[in-house]
């Protein structure tokens, strides 16, 4: 499937509210993509949703809190009931809390891995069985480099980081069966959005990038199957970066 197949198809994507999630959402959208937006901030969604309608797509605001499973599980199962399988799941929602080991409480920690890791087993499960029967689908969760490399700090979110990267080796292979392709997207950059501005030392900030900027990239990803690309660990930045170059060579 090119990109244009994507049009009239629904995403379900958390994290829409703000940040890249909210850029994904608009680049979708302009594509002619349907979004089911997950966030818990309730007021941002519905506001995006009256947005993306405006430019003439589907899009239901679904205000949840991701760290609750039951009802992260029981939004994902009536956005299904409501619009049907999803041609892709892009789990973005997430936190980033910069604390010393030595402060965290185990609350506070598990709230942190709940969004990020049981936020995408509980997104994945609830899409799971209606992409095997609908016969394809795309699941993509965000990345970071704390996947792959430990931060001071960082003792919720870079474990929870390294636990999606896990669940999508395995998912991966489960799914190559049912054609449903399984990724992780990291940003390849740092990008100027409110997660940003809580921790990024100014050295870094000088670097940030506008969410747009990688968003081109999703695109491409919600399209995916498991014929085409599955198990891999993308660079938003870079796969934005080829798709725009592609476009202004069709252009000249
Ligand atoms: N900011 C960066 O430079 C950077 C770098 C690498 C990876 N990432 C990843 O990119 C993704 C987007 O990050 P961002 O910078 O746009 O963050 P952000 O903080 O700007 O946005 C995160 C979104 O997640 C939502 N969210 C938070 N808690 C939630 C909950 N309990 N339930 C539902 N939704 C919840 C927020 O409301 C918000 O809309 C994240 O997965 C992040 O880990 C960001």
């Not at 609750?68 to 892009?90: E, K, M």
């Not at 940003?187 to 900030?205: F, K, L």
Request: glycine residues 10%; charged residues 20%; negative net charge.
């Amino acid at each position: 499937m090119g990109l244009h197949g994507i049009r009239g198809r629904w995403c379900f994507l958390s994290g829409a509210a703000d940040g890249l999630g909210n850029a994904i959402a608009r680049e979708l959208a302009a594509r002619g993509m349907n979004l089911a937006l997950f966030d818990v901030q309730e007021g941002k969604v519905a506001t995006l949703a009256n947005d993306l309608q405006a430019l003439g797509v589907e899009a239901l605001p679904v205000p949840v809190d991701l760290a609750d499973a039951a009802s992260a599980a029981a939004a994902v199962a009536a956005a299904v009931d409501r619009v049907g399988p999803p041609r892709a799941l892009i789990h973005d929602a997430a936190v980033l809390t910069p604390r010393p080991f030595r402060e965290w409480t185990f609350d506070g920690w598990r709230r942190e891995l709940d969004i990020i890791l049981q936020g995408a087993f509980v997104l994945a499960k609830g899409v799971w069985e209606p992409m095997i029967a609908q016969g394809d689908g795309s699941i993509v969760f965000i990345s970071s480099g704390s996947a792959l490399r430990g931060f001071p700090l960082e003792s919720a979110y870079t474990p929870a980081k390294h636990g999606q990267e896990g669940l999508m080796k395995v998912l991966s292979i489960e799914g190559a069966e049912f054609n449903i392709a399984v990724n992780t997207a990291t940003t390849g950059a740092p990008i100027d959005t409110p997660m940003s501005w809580g921790h990024y030392t100014p050295e870094m900030r000088q670097q940030m990038i506008s969410p747009s900027r990688l968003a081109p990239a999703f695109a491409y990803f919600a399209a995916l199957d498991a014929r085409q690309a599955t198990g891999l660990r993308f660079d938003a930045f870079q796969v934005s970066e080829a798709i725009m170059l592609q476009s202004q060579a069709t252009r000249v």
